[in-house]
């Protein structure tokens, strides 16, 4: 998927021209040689004993199988979570600024006239989260508080973007959880959105600085629950991460191990 996807599209004026790449080639089970950190902060305070214990566990399977693992720092989560929502809800508050019911998406069937259309539309084709986080980013990027939140998370995020830079200077790959905490039933931290949002506490620095990063499974919780393992390269250099998600796979035979079982 990723050989048809990856590369320049003259459509997509954010997309950059590099050399084709077979990322297929990348399928090798071999880590020896390869360089791994393991940011002490995401094994910290917040993280579940579980899967803590998981991670610590992925990191010894990967020395086993011949790479350099070592603990690191790097101490961005918490302004990370604070500038990607900041961030995500301004550009989702701007991109959804011109939907009106009409030239797109869903159409409300309950309108009088043109404002009810934009109105229901609106009011009808999203749900309280999205509300909220529009209301959140609109709020984000109106007049005297643009400077002090939007602007600020910009800056913010060039820091975390150079953290993630210090650290790919001394390693090939950065180990983290997936999430903090084994899945949650659907629903269940509906009505604390604060508590959801923590969940993201792993991964929305990756985003944030715009790097490459997979999440693979690696063992399940005693309720049988499964944790993941995330991998995060330089920008670029996806081949590292394929390389080593698939020696984990081939070696820990996740899917052979746990079997999910569906109740009728």
Do not use: W
């Not at 954010?14 to 390869?34: A, C, F, P, Q, R």
């Not at 989560?77 to 961030?87: F, N, P, R, S, V």
């Not at 999430?179 to 949650?184: D, E, G, N």
């Amino acid at each position: 998927m990723l050989n048809l996807i990856a590369g320049h599209d003259k459509k997509d004026s954010t997309s950059i021209d590099i050399e084709k790449k077979d990322y297929t080639k990348s399928l090798v089970n071999d880590v020896k040689g390869m360089k791994i950190g393991l940011p002490k902060e995401f094994i910290g305070e917040g993280i579940n004993e579980e899967v803590k214990n998981a991670i610590l566990d992925a990191a010894e399977k990967y020395r086993s199988l011949g790479a350099e693992v070592e603990q690191c720092s790097l101490d961005i989560g918490k302004e990370a979570l604070a500038t990607y929502y900041i961030i995500a809800c301004a550009e989702a508050s701007s991109n959804l600024g011109r939907f009106d019911g009409i030239r797109y998406g869903y159409r409300s069937e309950n309108y009088d006239n043109l404002k009810d259309i934009y109105k229901n539309s609106r009011s009808e084709g999203f749900g309280a989260e999205v509300k909220r986080r529009i209301i959140l980013g609109t709020y984000v990027l109106s007049s005297g508080y643009y400077d002090a939140y939007y602007k600020k998370a910009q800056k913010v995020r060039t820091v975390i973007i150079n953290e993630y830079n210090k650290l790919f200077e001394k390693y090939d790959l950065i180990l983290t959880p997936t999430s903090p905490t084994v899945a949650f039933k659907i629903g269940e931290k509906s009505s604390n959105p604060l508590e959801m949002y923590l969940a993201d506490i792993c991964t929305v620095p990756v985003n944030i600085a715009g790097l490459p990063g997979m999440s693979i499974p690696y063992s399940v919780d005693k309720n049988g629950m499964p944790i993941g393992i995330q991998l995060v390269a330089k920008h670029f250099e996806e081949e590292k991460i394929f390389r080593a998600a698939y020696t984990m796979e081939q070696n820990i035979k996740f899917r052979e191990k746990y079997k999910p079982e569906f109740k009728k």
